[in-house]
């Protein structure tokens, strides 16, 4: 099984930038995922980390370290549209994914 | 582009009735599960299958059964309905193809009184 962690609020000023921070205990790693998810609204995909390291997708950027069992989302140039929730997803050697319980964040102008 | 659908939208039932959640994709995926969503705890898997004719059991089975006749569709059932049912329920679907995520319905809020 897999033991995900992530904060539970964040809160950050439009314009800023905001790092989120996944830590997983994993049986067995097939990649790391981060979703989007407003209020009301299914999960949508934010980006993909199976390797060490950073990928980069114009405002939103992901890390991972299978060593130490960790990954963040970096959000910049925070928007109004980007309050939501945010969810880590370890996908396991079956294919499985297990979520954390997600990230609430509030951008404030 | 229709992606997955879910069926109903929203749906009320009192303890003891039984319910299908219909859960269909068009993008030929091979793989699809069932998450259920509760406040503060996340998506937790309920059943998955790899395929057609192929399912099996997730995080939180109990009280709930699927099948997967054919590749498009993957209905949840709930055999007696509880009060501890009561939850948002998400259908997922992907190809299996190692980089690909995940592609949600819009989800089934389900009540049980």
């Known amino acids: 099984g897999q033991n995900i962690d992530q904060p539970t609020e964040m809160t950050a000023t439009e314009g800023a930038i905001v790092q989120i921070n996944c830590t997983y205990q994993?049986?067995?790693?097939?990649?790391l995922f981060w979703y989007q998810q407003h209020a009301g609204e299914a999960p949508t995909f934010l980006s993909y980390?199976?390797?060490?390291g950073l990928e980069e997708k114009g405002r939103f950027s992901s890390f991972l370290s299978r060593s130490k069992g960790y990954s963040y989302l970096l959000l910049k140039e925070l928007q109004m549209k980007d309050s939501a929730s945010y969810l880590c997803?370890?996908?396991?050697?079956?294919?499985?994914?297990?979520f954390g319980a997600g990230t609430t964040v509030t951008v404030r102008a | 582009n229709a992606g997955v659908t879910q069926t109903p939208k929203f749906q009320v039932l009192k303890t003891g009735q039984s319910m299908t959640l219909q859960c269909a994709q068009d993008m030929n995926h091979e793989y699809m599960s069932w998450y259920r969503q509760d406040p503060g705890m996340g998506l937790r898997l309920i059943h998955y299958?790899?395929?057609?004719?192929?399912?099996d059991q997730g995080e939180v089975p109990n009280g709930y059964n699927v099948s997967r006749s054919t590749t498009e569709d993957f209905p949840l059932r709930l055999l007696s309905a509880a009060p501890s049912q009561t939850s948002v329920y998400f259908c997922a679907s992907s190809s299996g193809t190692e980089h690909q995520p995940q592609h949600f319905g819009d989800g089934t809020r389900l009540s049980i009184l």
């Open positions: 299958s790899v395929g057609a004719g192929i399912t």
């Open positions: 980390n199976v390797l060490d």
């Open positions: 997803a370890v996908r396991d050697r079956d294919y499985k994914l297990s």
């Open positions: 994993t049986s067995g790693f097939n990649g």
